[in-house]
């Protein structure tokens, strides 16, 4: 009886650690999917160096990392 115990828990923990694998791969896919839309809708370089340079940023600038698949914008206040 206590061996038929132990051997429902081993199973069902072995089962919990996939269905929690699985949750967290469904949680990132789901979470990830809205990432090529708000990239069609984000400005462009150009654009955002403009909008830094309306609110008044000086030296606005933008430098390109990981072979342009990131960013950065760096503006001076004042």
């Not at 206590?2 to 929690?20: L, N, P, S």
């Not at 990132?28 to 654009?47: D, G, I, Q």
């Not at 940023?57 to 430098?63: E, G, I, N, P, W």
């Amino acid at each position: 009886m206590q061996k038929d115990h132990e051997k429902e828990t081993r199973v069902h923990r072995m089962f919990a650690g996939i269905a929690g694998r699985y949750d967290l791969l469904n949680t990132l896919m789901t979470a990830n999917r809205y990432l090529p839309n708000s990239l069609t809708h984000f400005p462009s370089r150009r654009e955002v160096l403009a909008i830094y340079a309306a609110v008044g940023l000086k030296s606005a600038r933008c430098h390109d990392l990981m072979m342009g698949m990131v960013t950065v914008f760096v503006g001076t206040k004042g």
